[in-house]
Each structure stands twice: as structure tokens, then as C-alpha cells.
T-cell receptor, first 115, second 113 residues
């Protein structure tokens, strides 16, 4: 099983450029999440989607937008990239959603550098 | 909102020794405490979790203990092996974020052969 698949794995952008990070899961999970990982700061939630058709802000949503395209796919868009958005981005999914007591399944990450 | 503090940030042990990583949380309503392991170049994976109605849970060489009064929980790895080398994250739910998990800062564990 593929699980959670993220594309691309690596990306370099110039300040002001836009891009979309793609995420797809094949486990029929209801909930999907986007996290960023920075040294010394752990994993911080950017946006999440508890179910198809809904999205909500997490801890650090500024500068990002998301789209839950269908049950499988959840994309993260940077409209005008800034150096502060240099990070490793992880997509995750969970089976039911609506509760914190669920196992999260993570993708392998996208390493993004904004110059 | 929930704040999760994790210590130490780095930990180096000899193969066969034990390793302990500690986390404290601020939200007394938190009732679920997972630990995730992240190997190099991969996403985090759940390795063990504990709910607030128990004080300890074991799974082979790993265990988690919870002290609700003091609001801290710990990961214990015994008989460490080189393949235990990874970054470990604790987490706790934030009820200001709709119950979503707040992660600690991470501990980089290095097991030397």
C-alpha cells in the first residue's frame, strides 16, 4: 500500500513565487492534515480537513491556503512564498477525525527552500 | 492553549543502555498522549500511545508512563539498539485547536554501537 503520498519531494522557490504541494491517501481516511517541521519547533499544524468539503485553520495558517479536492486529495498552496516558509512539510491522514485520539499516518515530506 | 515541552533535545547512549525522554503539558483536560518516531528522510510513525485512565503502558522494549497530577509523561526505551536512532516526538491534544494534537519539539536519539 502507498499510504500517504506527497509531491514533490524537494522544491526551491524564489521569494514571491507560488506553488502547490500535493497530497493523496489511499486508505479511505476521512481526515487530512498539513504540518510544517522546523528545527527546535517540532511539528506545527497549518490546516486540517476533518472530512471532505471542510477545512479549518491550525496553529500557523498565515500565508497558506488549502483545498480538499475529494476524499483522497488535500493540497497546500503558497500564494507568495517567503523565506520564513522554508521548512519541511508533511501531509497526514487519520481514519475518522473529530477526535485527537487517533493514529496519524504521515507522508514522507516535502523539503521546501525559499530564497 | 496547549503547550508541550520536550526534553532533552538530543540524547546519546551506548547500545544496550536505556533512554528516557520527558514531556510536560499544560492543558489539564488532555487525555491522550502519543509518541511518534521519525527516521531520517521519512515521516513520523506512531510507536506507542497512552490514555489518561492508565499510568503505564509497555510494548516490548518501549514503555510510556503518565503522571496526570504533575502533567508529565515519559518514553522509556530499554536495551537500545542502533535502529532506535531517530527523532522522537511527544504530543498532546489542544482543546483550543479542536482537539488537534500539539507536538513537542523533538528529541534526536543517537545509539552508538
Amino acid at each position: 500500500n502507498a499510504g500517504v503520498t506527497q509531491t514533490p519531494k524537494f522544491q526551491v522557490l524564489k521569494t514571491g513565487q507560488s506553488m502547490t504541494l500535493q497530497c493523496a491517501q489511499d486508505m479511505n481516511h476521512n481526515s487530512m492534515y498539513w504540518y510544517r517541521q522546523d528545527p527546535g519547533m517540532g511539528l506545527r499544524l497549518i490546516y486540517y480537513s476533518a472530512s471532505e468539503g471542510t477545512t479549518d485553520k491550525g496553529e500557523v495558517p498565515n500565508g497558506y491556503n488549502v483545498s480538499r479536492l475529494n476524499k483522497r486529495e488535500f493540497s497546500l498552496r503558497l500564494e507568495s512564498a517567503a523565506p520564513s516558509q522554508t521548512s519541511v512539510y508533511f501531509c497526514a491522514s487519520s481514519e475518522v477525525g473529530g477526535t485527537s485520539r487517533e493514529k496519524l499516518f504521515f507522508g514522507s515530506g516535502t523539503q521546501l527552500s525559499v530564497l | 492553549g496547549e503547550n508541550v515541552e520536550q526534553h532533552p533535545s538530543t540524547l546519546s547512549v551506548q547500545e544496550g543502555d536505556s533512554a528516557v525522554i520527558k514531556c510536560t503539558y499544560s492543558d489539564s483536560a488532555s487525555n491522550y498522549f502519543p509518541w511518534y518516531k521519525q527516521e531520517l528522510g521519512k515521516g513520523p510513525q506512531l510507536i506507542i500511545d497512552i490514555r489518561s485512565n492508565v499510568g503505564e503502558k509497555k510494548d516490548q522494549r518501549i514503555a510510556v508512563t503518565l503522571n496526570k497530577t504533575a502533567k508529565h509523561f515519559s518514553l522509556h526505551i530499554t536495551e537500545t539498539q542502533p535502529e532506535d536512532s531517530a527523532v522522537y516526538f511527544c504530543a498532546a491534544p489542544s482543546y483550543n485547536q479542536g482537539g488537534k494534537l500539539i507536538f513537542g519539539q523533538g528529541t534526536e536519539l543517537s545509539v552508538k554501537p
